[in-house]
């Protein structure tokens, strides 16, 4: 089955500076690849999804890339605000398994 | 939360005992997923439904079975709780596609449940 790597487990920035968090996976087959934020006491919510025939993709502030070569993929957060603190998780899926990471608390300090 | 609610929200219980935790949609969904969050592990999939009385087992499903009887509800049984099922457990949906590949999964607020 599919195995997914987060990195790093916490990751501290400053406002306005950039974050990024990297997630592996181990099935070739895998072809979706979203990621959740989950602020204390919800549940995981998305934020953005990539599939492998796409290699980059951006909403405002938020963009994802995928390496389907080096099976990689990345979230970028640019211009941090302080709401952004949160837990993420990286998840890759295929048609019958979906493994999450073990997800990244970004603490953005003002 | 996408029109999704748990019950109970806190629970509270003692090893052996039995318990049932219910997810409720109103979104018409065709599939329903229960996941366990546990620190270090991310979320793990217990079981899944993929209409009424069509179910799945996932990742860890030892020791939970689960119910769909109406399109709504989704029902998840520990039958003997242990200390090992204390964990936050997550109710999620997604819609008519194939599962987990093809379609957005919208999670409701969680359960906390505790095995004493």
């Known amino acids: 089955g599919e195995n997914v790597e987060q990195h790093p487990s916490t990751l501290s920035v400053q406002e306005g500076d950039s974050a990024v968090i990297k997630c592996t996976y181990s099935d070739s087959a895998s072809n979706y690849f979203p990621w959740y934020k989950q602020e204390l006491g919800k549940g995981p919510q998305l934020i953005i999804d990539?599939?492998?025939?796409?290699g980059e993709k951006k909403d405002q502030r938020i963009a994802v890339t995928l390496n389907k070569t080096a099976k990689h993929f990345s979230l970028h957060i640019t211009e941090t605000q302080p709401e952004d603190s949160a837990v993420y998780f990286c998840?890759?899926?295929?048609?019958?398994?979906?493994?999450f990471g073990a997800g990244t608390r970004l603490t953005v300090k003002p | 939360d996408a029109g999704i609610t748990q019950s109970p929200r806190h629970k509270v219980t003692e090893t052996g005992t039995p318990v049932t935790l219910r997810c409720h949609q109103t979104e018409n969904h065709r599939y329903m997923y229960w996941y366990r969050q546990d620190p270090g592990h991310g979320l793990r999939l217990i079981h899944y439904?993929?209409?009424?009385?069509?179910?799945d087992k996932g990742e860890v499903s030892d020791g939970y079975s689960v119910s769909r009887s109406k399109t709504e509800d989704f029902l998840l049984t520990l039958e003997s709780a242990t200390s090992s099922q204390t964990s936050v457990y997550f109710c999620a949906i997604s819609g008519q596609g194939a599962p987990l590949s093809l379609e957005t999964q919208y999670f409701g607020p969680g359960t906390r449940l505790l095995v004493l």
């Open positions: 998840a890759g899926a295929n048609d019958n398994d979906m493994r």
């Open positions: 990539i599939r492998s025939n796409v």
């Open positions: 439904s993929y209409g009424v009385k069509d179910t």
